[in-house]
């Protein structure tokens, strides 16, 4: 009788504890999620208003002379462009997730994916206006969920080439505002990927190595622009 | 032998008890304002494999089938319509931006192109929801053109 009674007991709790999780039915809407992205940001939000005080300058470990650089080299560079974030961490995990998959190597492309979502909650975006911050919140919950599914889908380079052509969109309109991070960029287009209907990509390189197609046909594409440092 | 009996008498009386903890289901009837197929430009056809095949699991207008009632079934189900619906929610699918909703239908075509959607558990019983190669080729060329038109801005 003791028996029956725990064994009871013990499935009934394992059981509890598993509909728990199923009953947590709160559906998250893109909405959420997109507004949702910025206030989660701030781990140790108090040392980062600590830190804000002490340097107003130093975004989040990066060096703080690369946007002064920026801004110094273009003139021509509106005042709106100049308050931007420093984006060039995400373009450095966007180039070396780009890279890999050039060269058929999907858990390395996995690996990018996954940091690229770890710097993106990195950024400190909150200099932008009311409507930039909205477009900044729009690319980078886009941004997010690309590599997010690259991140999770190292078995799988076919559907991890999929999220890159709207990844690569993302982080096109984020070089768009917020400059390069130092680097000249060329964006470069393959008339075949995205099923026939051409994708581009950014590359710190003029020479074609096709992320779309990997070794298979590396060469296939050509440069449609150039976004200089 | 007795103490088998026992376990397996108490796992009988555990298996009613679990059917009072039930998970929540959302099923409206009626279309939200944001809803795909309001919204959508696609043809009618396209419409219907669509309400057919990914409605079930990507939106609030689920129609739970009466296994959903039986437990552990409904926690499984439950947990994989919360994830669907996580993903892509068609019923608030016009409440996104065009750059998301792009997005979406470019997922959409490229993972019923490569047949990972419809889930093949889930054709494996709805046999409503399975899609012909006919039917994959018209609606994912369908849901490719929706995409552009989404994102006509000279990118």
């Not at chain 1, 009674?5 to 709160?26: I, P, R, V, Y």
């Not at chain 1, 509106?78 to 995990?93: H, M, P, R, V, W």
């Not at chain 2, 419409?47 to 129609?63: D, F, G, P, V, W």
């Amino acid at each position: 009788m003791k028996n029956l009674f725990t064994g009871m007991l013990a499935m009934t709790l394992f059981m509890a504890s598993c509909s728990d999780n199923s009953e947590k039915t709160e559906v998250v809407t893109e909405q959420d999620m997109q507004t949702a992205t910025v206030p989660e940001m701030p781990i140790d939000a108090e040392d980062t208003a600590l830190n804000s005080i002490k340097d107003n300058t130093k975004t989040d470990g990066v060096p703080a002379e690369v946007v002064v650089k920026e801004t110094v080299n273009d003139k021509n560079k509106t005042t709106e462009q100049q308050k931007a974030f420093n984006a060039s961490k995400l373009i450095d995990g966007y180039l070396i997730l780009k890279t890999s998959l050039t060269e058929d190597d999907s858990k390395s492309a996995a690996a990018a994916g996954k940091a690229m979502v770890a710097t993106l909650s990195k950024i400190d975006a909150s200099s932008l206006s009311a409507t930039d911050r909205k477009k900044y919140n729009d690319i980078t919950a886009d941004l997010k969920e690309h590599a997010g599914h690259i991140g999770d889908n190292a078995n799988s380079i076919e559907h991890q080439r999929e999220h890159l052509v709207m990844l690569s969109r993302d982080v096109d309109d984020l070089v768009k505002m917020a400059g390069t991070g130092g680097k000249t960029l060329y964006k470069e287009f393959c008339p075949m990927a995205n099923d026939g209907k051409g994708a581009y990509w950014l590359s710190t390189e003029k020479d074609i190595k096709n992320p779309y197609y990997g070794s298979s046909m590396l060469t296939c594409g050509s440069v449609k622009a150039t976004y200089k440092k | 032998m007795n103490w088998i009996k026992n376990i397996l008498v108490g796992l009988g009386v555990s298996c009613v008890f679990l059917q009072f903890i039930q998970p929540e289901r959302v099923s409206q009837k009626i279309a939200t304002k944001g809803d795909f197929l309001a919204s959508s430009s696609i043809s009618d056809s396209a419409k219907q494999l669509i309400r057919a095949s990914c409605y079930n699991c990507h939106s609030m207008n689920t129609e739970y089938p009466w296994y959903s009632y039986v437990q552990p079934v409904g926690w499984f189900l439950s947990y994989h319509i919360d994830h669907g619906r996580e993903e892509l929610n068609l019923s608030y699918f016009d409440t996104l931006s065009a750059r998301r909703q792009a997005s979406k239908l470019k997922n959409m075509a490229n993972q019923i192109k490569d047949g990972a959607m419809p889930l093949s558990s889930y054709t494996l019983i709805h046999k409503e929801a399975r899609l012909s190669s006919s039917e994959k080729t018209s609606l994912v060329k369908e849901l490719f053109a929706e995409a552009d038109k989404k994102l006509d801005d000279g990118y």
